[in-house]
Nanobody, 115 residues
Framework: QVQVVESGGGLVRPGGSLRLSCVAS????????MGWYRQAPGKQRESVAT???????TYGDSVKGRFTISRDNAKNSVYLQMNNLKPEDAAVYYC?????????WGQGTQVTVSS
């Protein structure tokens, strides 16, 4: 079993920044990828950013140039630095752990962007 816990969400003004953190724990025996996804009310969950075990990153078009994903393998952690936040970035952000035969989601952390 793998458990995933996110933190760092909150209320921020447009143009502001937030840093989300995610830590995975439990039975982690192989290399794994991790990613951030988000879901706004009435919308489907979408991929925000992913990072492979080797550090290769991908970003959704709407966040390119503003968000940065990184990871600390020693801590089984992944981070999402979000800059220049926009109202349309408001959503519940979920962390996803992806390994062979194992996929685990966190419970989500709320990000609100409002003046």
């Amino acid at each position: 079993q793998v458990q995933v816990v996110e933190s760092g969400g909150g209320l921020v003004r447009p143009g502001g920044s937030l840093r989300l953190s995610c830590v995975a724990s439990g039975s982690i025996f192989s290399t794994y990828n991790m990613g951030w996804y988000r879901q706004a009310p009435g919308k489907q969950r979408e991929s925000v950013a992913t990072i492979t075990s080797g550090g290769t990153t991908t970003y959704g078009d709407s966040v390119k140039g503003r968000f940065t994903i990184s990871r600390d393998n020693a801590k089984n952690s992944v981070y999402l630095q979000m800059n220049n936040l926009k109202p349309e970035d408001a959503a519940v952000y979920y962390c996803k752990f992806m390994a062979p035969m194992v996929v685990a989601w966190g419970q989500g952390t709320q990000v609100t962007v409002s003046s």
